[in-house]
């Protein structure tokens, strides 16, 4: 019932930027939290971006804190990453996943619904 799909991934060179987006569909008239997670090749799926249901409590992960930027229009039911001044080591699949809750979320066992992810890759 609950969908989230994301898009704006794609292949970009360092130092370049991308604006990934996720719409929420099933959630409509709930309040929840949404984070953005990366997984890298072998490596774990890490929060790099939370956001609380009104959008003024946000975290980021160290790796990406001055150079991404999360942000949600609650009335087009849609979460943003800004994502500037990408690096290689931004390589990875991002997902967004959200939890019926006000609270901002920062890991991944929080989170009840996940969107498929996709691809950045970022080239040298």
């Known amino acids: 019932q609950v969908q989230l799909v994301e898009s704006g991934g794609g292949l970009v060179q360092a130092g370049g930027s991308l604006r990934l987006s996720c719409a929420a569909s099933g959630l409509t008239g709930s309040r929840y939290a949404m984070g953005w997670f990366r997984q890298a090749r072998g490596k774990e799926r890490d929060c790099v971006a939370a956001?609380?249901?009104?959008?003024?409590?946000?975290s980021y992960a160290d790796s990406v804190k001055g150079r991404f930027t999360i942000s949600r229009d609650n009335a087009k039911n849609t979460v943003y990453l800004q994502m500037n001044s990408l690096k290689p080591e931004d390589t990875a699949v991002y997902t967004c996943?959200?939890?019926?809750?006000?609270?901002?979320?920062?890991?991944?066992?929080?989170?009840?619904?996940w969107g498929q992810g996709t691809q950045v890759t970022v080239s040298s």
């Open positions: 996943a959200a939890k019926s809750t006000i609270f901002l979320k920062t890991t991944t066992s929080e989170y009840d619904y």
């Open positions: 956001i609380n249901w009104s959008g003024r409590s946000t």
